[in-house]
């Protein structure tokens, strides 16, 4: 199933899309009982499909983008985190931090895996039992407070207002059996610039989530980032690739489909 969450007159609602290209309202709770109604919608401005209650995401998690980067492959999952302010819907901007300005402005295409329902340590065998589906995230990255202003972590570079875009849409497990089979993309201004396949990555999805949950609830509506593959922004040489104003970048996963976000300079 495709779930979406758009605006509506009376506030953000859920929607299932139908193959026929209409859409049908969701009553109940998404994270618990929910149905599809007979209700066909018209959808409004389209949000983000969750809203998240955390956003956890892992560094490092494909091969050739390790490679890349000139790091060691990771032993275990590297683990950062995003505030849910950093949360953008699609078709909405990126903004350029100029405040606390940033001149090295990445882009990331990742698979977002989003719980369902709470989970504390559950084993790899178990992990995707507690996935209600998956969805494209762009982890826009400040490459110079990553690295080099950020205090020796990376927070501080990830956390900055829009730079978590989500999107389109919210597929079911029973659509992706297998998250770490999808190929995907980063277009930048019609160019594309990363293309790879999840198969890449150096923890799989249950890996991830059997990791993350150690010890630790993973609260329903928790959103995973899963990595980056290779082509991002900082390793094109000798002259990186930053995002700038006007441009345009989109984030395609097979299955999916395609998160598209303006990039603007923060008023």
Same mark, same amino acid.
Not at 100 to 118: N, P, Q, R, T
Not at 202 to 213: G, W
Not at 215 to 239: C, D, F, W
């Given at each position: 199933? @495709?779930?979406?969450?758009?605006?509506?007159?009376?506030?953000p %609602?859920?929607?299932?899309l139908? *193959?026929?290209?209409?859409?049908?309202?969701i009553?109940?709770d998404i #994270?618990?009982?929910?149905k599809?109604?007979d209700?066909v /919608?018209?959808?409004? @401005?389209l949000l983000?499909?969750?809203?998240?209650?955390?956003?956890?995401?892992i560094?490092?998690?494909y091969?050739k983008?390790? %490679?890349? *980067?000139?790091?060691?492959v990771?032993?275990r999952p590297?683990?950062?985190?995003?505030?849910i302010?950093a949360?953008?819907?699609?078709?909405?901007?990126? !903004?350029i931090?100029?405040?606390?300005?940033?001149?090295?402005?990445d882009?990331?295409?990742?698979?977002?895996?989003?719980?369902?329902?709470?989970?504390k340590?559950?084993?790899?065998?178990? %992990?995707?039992n #507690?996935v209600l589906?998956?969805t494209?995230?762009?982890d /826009?990255?400040?490459?110079?407070?990553?690295? @080099?202003l950020?205090?020796?972590?990376?927070?501080r570079?990830k956390?900055?207002?829009?730079?978590a875009?989500l999107g389109?849409?919210? /597929?079911?497990?029973?659509?992706i059996?297998?998250?770490?089979?999808?190929?995907?993309?980063t277009?930048?201004?019609? !160019?594309?610039?990363?293309?790879?396949?999840? *198969?890449?990555?150096?923890?799989? /999805?249950?890996?991830?989530?059997?990791?993350?949950?150690?010890?630790t609830?993973?609260?329903?509506?928790?959103v995973?980032?899963?990595?980056?593959?290779?082509?991002?922004g900082?390793?094109?040489?000798p002259?990186p690739?930053?995002? @700038?104003a006007?441009d345009?970048?989109?984030i395609?996963i097979?299955?999916?489909?395609?998160?598209?976000?303006?990039v603007?300079?923060e008023?």
């Amino acid at each position: 199933m @495709k779930i979406i969450r758009h605006l509506t007159p009376s506030g953000p %609602a859920h929607a299932a899309l139908q *193959s026929d290209g209409s859409a049908r309202a969701i009553s109940g709770d998404i #994270y618990g009982d929910f149905k599809v109604t007979d209700q066909v /919608v018209q959808p409004g @401005k389209l949000l983000a499909p969750i809203t998240p209650t955390q956003i956890l995401c892992i560094g490092l998690n494909y091969a050739k983008h390790a %490679a890349e *980067s000139g790091a060691k492959v990771p032993e275990r999952p590297v683990l950062f985190v995003k505030g849910i302010n950093a949360t953008q819907n699609p078709g909405d901007p990126i !903004e350029i931090p100029t405040r606390l300005a940033s001149h090295e402005v990445d882009y990331e295409c990742e698979l977002a895996v989003v719980i369902g329902k709470a989970c504390k340590n559950v084993t790899r065998d178990e %992990a995707l039992n #507690y996935v209600l589906g998956y969805t494209c995230a762009n982890d /826009v990255s400040a490459r110079d407070h990553q690295i @080099k202003l950020g205090g020796g972590q990376w927070c501080r570079g990830k956390f900055f207002d829009t730079f978590a875009p989500l999107g389109p849409c919210l /597929v079911t497990t029973d659509e992706i059996t297998n998250p770490n089979a999808l190929k995907i993309a980063t277009i930048l201004n019609g !160019e594309r610039v990363q293309d790879w396949t999840t *198969s890449d990555m150096i923890f799989d /999805v249950p890996a991830i989530i059997a990791y993350l949950s150690g010890s630790t609830t993973l609260l329903p509506g928790t959103v995973i980032l899963t990595g980056t593959p290779q082509g991002v922004g900082m390793a094109v040489k000798p002259n990186p690739r930053w995002l @700038k104003a006007g441009d345009t970048v989109s984030i395609e996963i097979e299955n999916i489909g395609t998160l598209t976000n303006p990039v603007i300079n923060e008023a």
